[in-house]
Nanobody, 125 residues
Framework: QVLLVESGGGLVQPGVSLRLSCVAS????????MGWFRQAPGKEREFVAY????????QYADSKKDRFSISRQNDKRTLYLGADNLKSEDTAVYYC??????????????????WGQGTQVTVSS
């Protein structure tokens, strides 16, 4: 089992940058590819970004690739999501998730076995 704990969310003004963190414990972090998803109020959870086990391959939702950046530090068992020029529409609960490599599609939340509890990001002036 993998336990994931996100942090770094909060209330921020439009235009600022933010970095979310996700710390893993339990099974070896480097064994899992990782993803970030988010769920805005009244909307379904959506894919944001993906990174492979080694951190050498990343993928983003089309609308996210310009302002979001996913990275990981396996020695620190930590996943990151950087977000630049935040907008009100980025307001959401952000979740990190762990996926067994090769299991399902990386953009599909059903491919991920372990989830964090989420961290709220609110973008408002």
């Amino acid at each position: 089992q993998v336990l994931l704990v996100e942090s770094g969310g909060g209330l921020v003004q439009p235009g600022v940058s933010l970095r979310l963190s996700c710390v893993a414990s339990g099974r070896p972090f480097a064994d899992y590819s990782m993803g970030w998803f988010r769920q805005a109020p009244g909307k379904e959870r959506e894919f944001v970004a993906y990174i492979n086990t080694a951190g050498t391959i990343t993928q983003y939702a089309d609308s996210k690739k310009d302002r979001f950046s996913i990275s990981r530090q396996n020695d620190k068992r930590t996943l990151y999501l950087g977000a630049d020029n935040l907008k009100s529409e980025d307001t959401a609960v952000y979740y990190c998730a762990a996926r067994t490599p090769g299991y399902g599609d990386y953009w599909n939340e059903e491919s991920y076995s372990y989830w964090g509890q989420g961290t709220q990001v609110t973008v408002s002036s």
